[in-house]
T-cell receptor, first 119, second 115 residues
Framework: AQTVTQSQPEMSVQEAETVTLSCTYD???????LFWYKQPPSRQMILVIR??????QNATENRFSVNFQKAAKSFSLKISDSQLGDAAMYFC????????????????FGKGTLLTVNP | NAGVMQNPRHLVRRRGQEARLRCSPM?????VYWYRQLPEEGLKFMVY????????ESGMPKERFSAEFPKEGPSILRIQQVVRGDSAAYFC?????????????FGPGTRLTVT
């Protein structure tokens, strides 16, 4: 069974600084997707960034980027120029690719990292 | 294009009552997924439905919980005889086709409190 581990229950960063959130996962699949979701106090789940395992290039979305290390099964999120609005719970999630068969629609989530941004 | 809609946003039930949670997927989406988020936890998969079909309910408790997605109308997650341990946030997500390259889009969730 796939598992996703976020070893940092809480992190804090100064406004305008950079912070990295860690995520590791365990799977026997070779083709899959990895995601970072943001959950602000409103509890709405917002997709921040997505990485496809067969792509070696790390995904980037504006101030958000990932460091994907497939061999190490590591998928960290870097937030640059942190803003007050980045304060939220961040969840790392995994899903097998459609063509991998099995339950390829199930997202498996980590327990989350609560990010605080200090002004 | 309206997003995934869930109602109610907050629901309070006494122990033993029934809870009905509704989810309207995004327009054009025919696949619905329910997830549950217990306090201090990440979301956990409960059930996957297509119109009039339950595809996978492996994450749903065997008793008291049921889900449907009728031909017309929203998907319903039903919890009978609620207990305190059912208190959680319940999220619905939808996708246009069986998720391949397509994302699951989440609704705002329903927070169920059992008193």
């Amino acid at each position: 069974a796939q598992t996703v581990t976020q070893s940092q229950p809480e992190m804090s960063v100064q406004e305008a600084e950079t912070v990295t959130l860690s995520c590791t996962y365990d799977t026997s699949e070779s083709d899959y997707y990895l995601f970072w979701y943001k959950q602000p106090p409103s509890r709405q789940m917002i997709l921040v960034i997505r990485q496809e395992a067969y792509k070696q290039q790390n995904a980037t979305e504006n101030r958000f980027s990932v460091n994907f290390q497939k061999a190490a099964k590591s998928f960290s999120l870097k937030i640059s120029d942190s803003q007050l609005g980045d304060a939220a719970m961040y969840f790392c999630a995994y899903r097998p690719n459609l063509n991998s068969g099995g339950s390829n629609y199930k997202l498996t989530f980590g327990k989350g990292t609560l990010l605080t941004v200090n002004p | 294009n309206a997003g995934v809609m869930q109602n109610p946003r907050h629901l309070v039930r006494r122990r033993g009552q029934e809870a009905r949670l509704r989810c309207s997927p995004m327009k054009g989406h025919s696949h619905v997924y329910w997830y549950r988020q217990l306090p201090e936890e990440g979301l956990k998969f409960m059930v996957y439905l297509q119109k009039e079909n339950i595809i996978d309910e492996s994450g749903m408790p065997k008793e008291r919980f049921s889900a449907e997605f009728p031909k017309e109308g929203p998907s319903i997650l039903r919890i009978q005889q609620v207990v305190r341990g059912d208190s959680a946030a319940y999220f619905c997500a939808s996708s246009p086709v069986l998720t391949g390259a397509y994302e699951q889009y989440f609704g705002p969730g329903t927070r169920l409190t059992v008193t």
